[in-house]
């Protein structure tokens, strides 16, 4: 029980933040779990269940289940819309938070939906006067952030990634052409409707492409790495598209499979046999009639030209660095890597940082899938553990 004496503030509540916030939980530590936007869950939370005859381990339905654990715990205290200001090194850290700007893209209709019913509150009012019908629990703005200074004795960084802006490859058309999603729009719209429909019409597409690597591995952009869950994503959303109708033409244009998880070399078999897969990434996408999409690649045998239509294209969009990565460091006073993630300073903990008392977790770190990004938060839990002289 003294372990309640310690306290750990935990920044971001996506899966790596939940997670590292429920394992400090179960040794009676107090934490103080900060999350900037108005809802926990992160982008986890807004992944769709891909299971076809089977589950094809995605990880999504464990981001649920953390969400539960930690809105459900009384050791865990959550300020949402809150953000740090400033940290003092005392014998832990002293910590001041303030209330987080609403992000812009969270303003347009007055009021926003959590992903989960899970979240709470569930609805966030942002303009009252745009909003005619205000649902029962409703919070305002206003209501959530946390403003004021609090004792430390450790501090977990998980405040996650941003994903690629798609709209950055202008060529692809995305945000002007309504067939043209993203990864993470196709995981939204599967959890909304159950399965995989066209923006334009509700209607399931027939003929689909997903092309990989957009915004990662991208030497224009500056992007060299590779952001390791867009190719287990797609596959596995393709799969399941594939399941639902098993005369929809799926083709996947990559330039190397990243594949990741169990039985992956089975799974990617599996793959080869239902997918066409070309080893090409077209540049541009134009529209058709029917709100199609026509593009041009080279053939990967003999290098000729080759023009397909699709009824819609997800393109896959990478893991980039959080958009307050420099911020964040230079507040902490720890360092990014050169990709613009947080460095870790020991190869054999990749949840360490030069600063005693302050650790990493999950994609703050660098691209990682949800079962990896628990894992590591798993493991920050247990640096934190340590540090604190509280056995694990
Ligand atoms: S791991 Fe993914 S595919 Fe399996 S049950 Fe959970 S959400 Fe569905
Ligand atoms: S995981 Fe696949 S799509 Fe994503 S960057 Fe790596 S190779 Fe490209």
């Known amino acids: 029980m003294g372990n309640m004496n310690k ?18 939980s179960k040794f009676n530590i107090n934490v103080i779990l900060v999350e900037k936007t108005c809802f926990l869950g992160g982008h986890a ?3 769709c269940c891909k299971a076809t005859d089977e589950c094809l381990t995605c990880g999504a339905c464990s981001a649920e289940e953390m969400l539960q654990n930690v809105v459900n715990e009384p050791g865990i205290q959550v300020h949402l819309a809150t953000e740090i200001k400033q940290i003092t090194k005392n014998d832990g850290y002293s ?6 700007a609403l992000p812009d893209d969270q303003n347009a209709k007055g009021i926003i939906k959590a992903f989960s019913k899970n979240n709470s509150p569930l609805y966030v009012i942002t303009d009252k006067n745009a909003c005619s019908n205000i649902p029962e629990g409703a919070v305002e703005f206003n209501e959530l952030g946390f403003e004021g200074n609090i004792d430390v004795d450790a501090i977990i960084l998980a405040s996650g990634f941003k994903t690629f802006d798609a709209g950055e490859k202008g060529t692809y058309g995305y945000g002007k052409f309504k067939n043209i999603v993203t ?9 909304e409707n159950g399965f995989i429909v066209r ?4 209607k399931e597409p027939q003929k689909i492409a997903f092309i990989q690597c957009v915004g990662s591995r991208d030497e224009n952009l500056g992007n060299l790495w590779c952001s390791q869950v867009c190719c287990p994503y797609a596959l596995r959303m ?3 598209i594939k399941f639902r109708n098993p005369d929809a033409d799926i083709t996947i244009f990559y330039m190397d499979i990243q594949n990741a998880g169990k039985n992956a070399f089975h799974f990617y078999d599996k793959c080869k046999e239902e997918f066409n897969f070309i080893r090409n990434i077209p540049v541009d996408l134009y529209p058709m009639e029917g709100d199609k999409l026509r593009t041009r690649y080279l053939n990967d045998e003999d290098g ?15 893991i980039t660095p959080g958009s307050d990565n420099k911020i964040l460091s230079e507040t902490l006073g720890i360092d990014l890597d050169i990709d613009g993630f947080f460095a870790c300073t020991d190869k054999l903990n990749r949840t360490s940082t030069l600063k005693d008392g302050i650790f990493i977790a999950g994609t703050v770190q660098g691209p990682k899938s949800i079962p990896a990004s628990m894992a590591h938060a798993s493991q920050a839990a247990g640096e934190v553990l340590k540090h604190l002289g509280v056995s694990g």
């Open 7 to 24: 306290r750990v503030l935990v920044v971001g509540g996506g899966i790596a933040g939940l997670t590292a916030a429920w394992e400090l």
């Open 45 to 47: 939370i807004q992944f």
């Open 95 to 100: 910590v001041s938070l303030k209330q987080s």
């Open 183 to 191: 990864g993470l729009d196709l995981e939204r719209i599967k959890r």
């Open 199 to 202: 923006p334009s019409d509700n």
């Open 238 to 240: 393709a799969r399941g």
């Open 304 to 318: 000729s030209a080759v023009e397909d239509v699709f009824d819609m294209v997800a393109l896959s969009v990478g």
